[in-house]
């Protein structure tokens, strides 16, 4: 049997329109790697997608799994979340925590039927801005793909 | 006995009345009062021998005059000491007469025998092969290094020096102290196998095992290498620390591990050169006269392995030399950065080659002349002026033959000789591939991260950038800070510069620690975490998650506190607290809830 998409639930069939989907991605930055990737790539004028609207936190461990399905449950297509490499965490070790919350999350939304590619995890340290302009590309190809979530039409009880 | 070597006791020595412990010897006693006295087996740090009877001297002691060695006699109260009276002299004279009948040829005993009018030899000359079985080198095998590796053999005139059996000592550690010793220069330490100069191992110029690491060093204190050091590997010498008069030398010293607390920290973790190695086709490591520019510094020293001498592995005075410029930087293959500092050493280099050799073709290869400084474009013109080929091209390949064996020499080219090195490049100002025959390629090799960095930079929790060197907090606005609160960077832990940049920055950062430390206080990031009291269960899931032990449970009040000083507004407590008890200041859950409204809804 083949896959149903959340797209092809929805009844807005925006893709056949003339304008290309323009995904919603939320990304969860740490303030130390991963926002500080961004900061440089922005200083060092690389070029990437601008769909991911970023939301700075201390510590990827400071997100919150709810903020996540808020996020989905709000209007979003896809979430990033993006800390700093395994061992290098400047807390110690948030983004282990992370790993783990994130793993149990991702089980919970395969059942909702939502897909794997629209929550996803990167460990991108502050000199990796190349990996950082690859990552927001990537991660907005993809969500492109997958096409507009519309949680409110295929998740929310009528 | 202790006690009486402590007695005094008094002497005259020519006339002069002196004091002298009773441990003295006539000869330590003269030596004191500047009186010459000819020896030739005695060397301060072995015990006196009195072989050579050289330094024989009259004592007269109770109205009786002897001739004695001085340097094994040990004074007595009351004696009365001749260095220089007749028959001193003529005993000296005497013992001479006899040493030339064998040692005639020894230039330190013609020495001698001129200056007490000794020309001819009575006695029936029996040529030796110039050792005059003094037995320094013997005394201090055995005394001083240890290795007994050397022996007196045989007896009366046919005595001579020998190592066991004549063959190669097994004992032997070439420590050359036989040699050092030796008054006639008889004992020579040889290189049983012939050896070339290799520059790598030449590197800091030959040296004894305790030395002050270069000319410049800081701090200048001498420091022993315990890998070649005899003491260190075989108990054996110590003669340092013998020398040594304010008793400095230990031998115990062991690397030790010191905690301080400090209010900054700067990172100048400096830099490791890269390994041409790795980019085989320079052919570094394969032919002897490709050396590095770090190499060639160490060459052209004044203080170096020769002396200055510019010169190939054979010795011999290379006539053209190729510059290659970029080699690991700028290089897909290996670091993509550039390293800043070749361009002008490179121009160093070929200025010091035309010093020294006036005549020799230089060519620089590179792929773009970087030469921004204060003053840098001046001597690049000057370079220019100097005759130096600068080829637009980056050096691609040395090899020992050229790629067309039967095409004649390059014009200006030498003949094909042994060692003759053949560099392949592209003239792109020209568009034309070129082949230069040169005798010698110094290879301008990059800069890359000190070894190790990685775990600094995970120690200190900060970034490294892609190419390795540590990230400061804003390329810009914040060049010597870090993403770490009080940890700084300096030099080319940084990235690569030259030495004016690295000495600006070292500057700066630390001012910008002093700035830290002289404020006196810190100030906390506003970002800590706070409970809510009335909601918390006290289930204590947030001491778990903290990893600075910041949170405690208020035992009383079954509650958690968070201790503001410890905490460092992580957040992992908050998204883990359970019951929603716990908010961090500016991220709480609304905020943060707000934040995504308003990106989801525009």
């Known amino acids: ?158 | 006995m202790a006690e009486a070597e402590e007695q005094m006791v008094k002497l005259t020595i020519d006339g002069i009345e002196v004091e002298a412990r009773s441990s003295e010897t006539i000869l330590e006693v003269a030596q004191r009062l500047k009186i010459d006295i000819p020896t030739l087996c005695f060397y301060r740090f072995v015990k006196p021998y009195g072989a050579c009877r050289m330094c024989s001297v009259e004592v007269t002691i109770h109205g009786k005059s002897r001739f004695v060695p001085a340097c094994s006699y040990q004074v007595r109260d009351g004696i009365e000491v001749q260095t220089r009276s007749e028959g001193v002299i003529n005993h000296r004279r005497m013992l001479l007469e006899l040493m030339l009948a064998r040692h005639s040829q020894v230039p330190v005993i013609r020495e001698l025998a001129r200056e007490y009018g000794v020309d001819t030899t009575r006695f029936e000359e029996m040529p030796s092969e110039g050792c005059i079985l003094c037995g320094l080198c013997v005394r201090v095998c055995s005394e001083i290094v240890g290795a007994n590796a050397l022996t007196f053999v045989k007896r009366g005139t046919d005595r001579y020096v020998s190592t066991p059996f004549e063959g190669e000592s097994d004992t032997c550690i070439a420590c050359g102290a036989c040699a050092y010793v030796c008054p006639t220069n008889y004992v020579k330490v040889e290189d049983v196998r012939s050896r070339k100069y290799v520059f790598s191992e030449l590197a800091l110029g030959p040296t004894t095992p305790i030395h002050i690491p270069f000319a410049a060093a800081i701090p200048g204190i001498p420091y022993i290498d315990a890998q070649t050091c005899i003491h260190m590997q075989t108990g054996g010498c110590g003669i340092c620390s013998i020398v040594c008069e304010p008793d400095a030398v230990d031998y115990e010293m062991q690397d030790s591990f010191e905690e301080m607390e400090v209010g900054g920290i700067i990172l100048a973790t400096g830099y490791k050169t890269f390994d041409p190695a790795r980019a085989k086709q320079l052919g570094y490591g394969k032919f002897d006269n490709v050396i590095t520019s770090l190499e060639f510094e160490h060459l052209s020293h004044a203080s170096g392995p020769t002396e200055g001498k510019f010169v190939r592995a054979d010795g011999t005075e290379p006539k053209s030399v190729a510059i290659l410029h970029c080699v690991g930087s700028r290089d897909k293959n290996f670091n993509e950065y550039c390293s800043r500092v070749c361009c002008m050493y490179s121009l160093k280099m070929a200025h010091l080659i035309r010093e020294k050799v006036p005549d020799a073709e230089i060519y620089e290869l590179y792929i773009d002349m970087r030469c921004p400084g204060s003053g840098y474009e001046e001597f690049y013109n000057r370079l220019l002026e100097e005759g130096v080929h600068f080829i637009r091209g980056k050096g691609v390949e040395v090899s020992d033959r050229p790629s067309n064996p039967w095409a004649k020499p390059i014009a200006g080219g030498t003949a094909e000789k042994n060692g003759q090195l053949f560099v392949r490049c592209e003239d792109t100002l020209l568009g034309v591939p070129r082949e230069l025959p040169v005798d010698m390629v110094i290879l301008s090799v990059g800069i890359e991260p000190a070894e190790g960095v990685e775990g600094v930079a995970r120690v200190f929790k900060i970034s490294s950038k892609a190419d390795g060197f540590f990230m400061e907090r804003h390329p810009k606005l914040a060049p010597v800070d870090t993403l770490s609160d009080g940890i700084f960077v300096a030099g080319c832990a940084q990235s690569p510069k030259d030495i004016p940049d690295s000495v600006a920055q070292g500057a700066a950062a630390a001012s910008a620690a002093m700035s830290l430390i002289d404020a006196g206080e810190v100030t906390l990031e506003p970002i800590t975490s706070v409970v809510d009291e009335d909601v918390c269960t006290g289930c204590k899931t947030c001491l778990l998650v903290c990893p600075f032990g910041a949170i405690a449970r208020d035992e009383e009040k079954r509650v958690a506190v968070i201790n503001d000083a410890l905490c460092k507004g992580c957040g992992c407590c908050v998204a883990a607290c359970p019951s929603g008890a716990i908010t961090q200041r500016g991220f709480d859950d609304i905020q943060i809830e707000a934040e995504l409204a308003a990106l989801l809804t525009s």
């Not at chain 1, 323009?22 to 990737?37: M, N, Q, T, V």
């Not at chain 1, 997608?49 to 209007?75: H, K, Q």
């Not at chain 1, 460990?123 to 990552?135: D, N």
Request: proline share 5%; net charge positive; with cysteine.
């Open chain 1, 1 to 158: 049997m083949a896959e149903v998409t959340t797209a092809e639930k929805s009844s807005a069939k925006a893709a056949d329109q003339a304008a290309p989907f323009e995904p919603k991605i939320i990304g969860f930055l740490c303030w130390w790697c991963s926002y500080a990737a961004s900061d440089m790539a922005g200083t060092s004028r690389l070029k990437y997608p601008p769909n991911v609207s970023i939301i700075r936190v201390m510590c990827t461990s400071r997100v919150d799994p709810a903020f996540i399905l808020r996020a989905f449950a709000e209007g979003a297509d896809g979430v990033l979340v993006a800390g700093c490499h395994p061992g290098q965490c400047h807390y110690v070790s948030g983004n282990y925590k992370t790993a783990a919350r994130i793993g149990l999350l991702k089980k919970t939304l395969s059942q909702l039927g939502i897909e794997d590619d629209r929550l996803r995890t990167e460990w991108i340290s502050a000199g990796e801005i190349y990996k950082f302009a690859e990552v927001m590309s990537d991660v907005t190809e993809k969500v492109r793909k997958l096409g507009p979530l519309n949680w409110r039409e295929n998740f929310e009880p009528k």
